[in-house]
């Protein structure tokens, strides 16, 4: 068997994070409209978050945030003049634009792509679908500098195969790997590739919020990945409903273990069935959440299930990685400490705090994008982007210095917002040895 770890690489938060109450469906997102945010708070809380996860010895990668506001994308809409009036004109006559060009909802990783660890590719290279992200305006911007960020962090051709996202049609609407759960014995042997799907391609959806992956998305790309041992399972319709805009909202999974709320899959029966037969040399273990225990409301509120789930080296049982919120939540707290304090494969809780960015609905999970690299594959990546003690000192300095503790919806029109963000993401490209020509600002 080939030794492999489970890295993780977050996307770092950028220095425009809001709350402009872009994603509906996204209870979170919803409710704390307008209110003022303190990205510089955030990104903090995101080093932090990484240097925990690199701390327990897993090895952490990080991602740059993206250029914001967008302004080659308002030029495509016909916004013209100097970036500054670009920002300015589009302000005024397509604010709801405006806003989707401010956005840094790129930080939310588990969105970027989906991965297939060469495990379980055909031809035995590490393959990376970056998510079209269709269903939301703001995040339908990402994909094609997540592509960038990937190249950069993934260099190698011979072992990373970045793909293009799928057309950006309703049809293959993606979310990436937030609907993606891996489970296997170990992370060097081949997996089962459970893609969850919120509504099929061809059906009229008719439920109050939008269903973001579609069946034929998460078939498409198993099917250009080469994936082995997929499980196509269907999102639950009610979860949905509920505010469930992910099934990372509602289930997370790791080796041979499934934590899931028991209105995470429309069947349960037949999705468990199909993950026990796609299994090969090991027994799934399902660990499910009753309503009875957790009501939906509860499980979205608290993030109990937008967790990290990790094998910490050198340990036997798993460790789930909450937000503080679940502390917080008097019946997500009770199952957090009754499921690790069962038998069971989950051995401990830890809590950490991302409040920034969990009042849009991304918790510690959605932060990250979980990539599964051999050893071979590891020493492949891009080391200047690797999370170390000196450079989560140097990006917390940074942090400090350029980002805004006080941001509100309307400050995000302030042209001087726009030089602060540009002149923060030049020297971070010097961080990160990322080179002149990252950004589309850098390239004229
Ligand atoms: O896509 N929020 C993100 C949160 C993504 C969470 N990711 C995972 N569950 N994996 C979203 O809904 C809100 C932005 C705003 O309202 O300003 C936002 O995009």
């Not at 930080?107 to 079209?132: K, R």
Request: proline residues 6%; charged residues 20%; negative net charge.
């Amino acid at each position: 068997m080939t030794h492999a770890v489970e890295a993780n690489a977050d996307g770092l938060i950028g220095p425009t994070h809001s709350y402009a109450g872009l994603s509906p469906g996204n209870l979170a997102s919803s409710l704390n409209r307008g209110e003022a945010s303190n990205p510089r708070a955030a990104v903090l809380q995101g080093l932090d978050k990484m240097k925990r996860l690199a701390d327990l010895g897993l090895p952490q990668f990080v991602l740059p945030p993206h250029e914001r506001p967008d302004i080659p994308f308002l030029r495509t809409l016909g916004f013209s003049g100097s970036d500054a009036q670009v920002l300015e004109r589009a302000w005024k006559d397509a604010p709801a634009f405006a806003a989707a060009a401010c956005s840094a909802s790129s930080m939310w990783a588990a969105n970027a792509a989906t991965v297939t660890p060469s495990a379980d590719s055909g031809d035995g290279c590490v393959h990376f679908t970056p998510a079209n992200l269709h269903t939301n305006l703001h995040r339908s911007l990402e994909h094609g500098q997540t592509r960038r960020a990937l190249e950069a962090l993934f260099p190698a051709p011979d072992r990373f195969a970045v793909h293009d996202a799928l057309p950006a049609v309703g049809h293959l609407a993606d979310e990436g790997a937030a609907n993606h759960v891996r489970l296997c014995r170990d992370h060097g042997e081949p997996g089962v590739n459970l893609l969850v799907w919120g509504r099929d391609a061809f059906e009229l959806w008719d439920g109050p919020y939008p269903a973001r992956q579609t069946r034929q998305a998460s078939e498409a790309v198993g099917r250009r990945h080469g994936a082995s041992g997929v499980v196509l399972a269907q999102q639950g319709r009610a979860a949905i409903a509920g505010g469930t805009f992910h099934n990372d909202v509602v289930c997370v999974g790791a080796l041979d273990t499934l934590f899931h709320h028991e209105l995470a899959f429309e069947d349960t029966a037949r999705t468990r069935r199909d993950i026990r037969d796609a299994a090969k040399g090991f027994e799934p273990i399902f660990v499910e959440v009753a309503a009875a225990d957790l009501p939906l409301a509860d499980a979205i509120s608290s993030y109990l299930f937008n967790s990290m789930l990790i094998r910490v080296p050198g340990e036997d049982r798993l460790t789930l990685i909450c937000p503080v919120e679940t502390r917080e939540n008097v019946r997500a707290h009770a199952v957090a400490e009754d499921v690790a304090s069962s038998n069971g494969p989950i051995g401990r809780v830890e809590y950490v705090d991302v409040r920034q960015s969990m009042r849009n609905g991304g918790g510690p999970a959605c932060l990250r994008l979980r990539v599964v690299l051999t050893d071979a594959e590891l020493a492949a990546t891009n080391a200047a982007m690797r999370l170390t003690d000196e450079l989560h000192g140097a990006l917390s300095v940074w942090g400090a210095t350029w980002y805004r503790d006080r941001l509100t919806p309307a400050d995000l029109a302030d042209p001087q917002l726009l030089v602060e963000s540009r002149g923060a993401l030049d020297e971070l490209t010097q961080i990160l040895g990322l080179g002149g020509g990252f950004y589309p600002f850098q390239r004229g």
